[in-house]
């Protein structure tokens, strides 16, 4: 450690490792629970790091949930259109088949044929 006269000293501690290449200083991890050094620092940031990625993870099964239950509803949407259209063209069988069968007994019965603007009120 180097100090040199004349100016201010820093007061914020470090940490310092002993390398192959000399003194390394370390920020030191203050959390929780205090301030931490050395391998309970290396503990905790391994912990914080787990947690993130448990916590990434779970985001990202989540999202993957939300989107399967978008792509049924997509799928159900597609459904109930199709059953309404099946519906419309059933509605539309049924009342030409029921008009067929109004002219039919209309023929049966030797009846002119229905004039549109007929509205069966007498005129006066």
């Known amino acids: 450690m180097l100090k040199s006269r004349g100016t201010a000293h820093s007061n914020q501690v470090r940490e310092f490792v002993l390398t192959d290449h000399g003194v390394k200083l370390i920020n030191v991890y203050v959390g929780p629970d205090g301030l931490?050094?050395?391998?309970?620092?290396?503990?905790?940031?391994?912990?914080?790091?787990?947690?993130?990625?448990?916590?990434?993870?779970?985001v990202q099964r989540r999202e993957r949930e939300l989107r399967q239950r978008i792509a049924q509803r997509h799928e159900e949407n597609a459904a109930d259109e199709a059953e309404i259209k099946r519906l419309a063209a059933s509605q539309e069988r049924l009342a030409a088949e029921?008009?067929?069968?109004?002219?039919?007994?209309?023929?049966?019965?030797?009846?002119?044929?229905?004039?549109?603007?007929?509205?069966?009120?007498?005129?006066?």
């Open 98 to 124: 029921a008009e067929a069968e109004q002219r039919a007994m209309g023929a049966q019965r030797w009846a002119d044929p229905a004039d549109p603007d007929d509205n069966d009120e007498e005129q006066p």
């Open 36 to 58: 931490l050094t050395g391998s309970a620092r290396l503990a905790q940031e391994i912990a914080q790091r787990d947690a993130k990625l448990r916590q990434q993870a779970e």
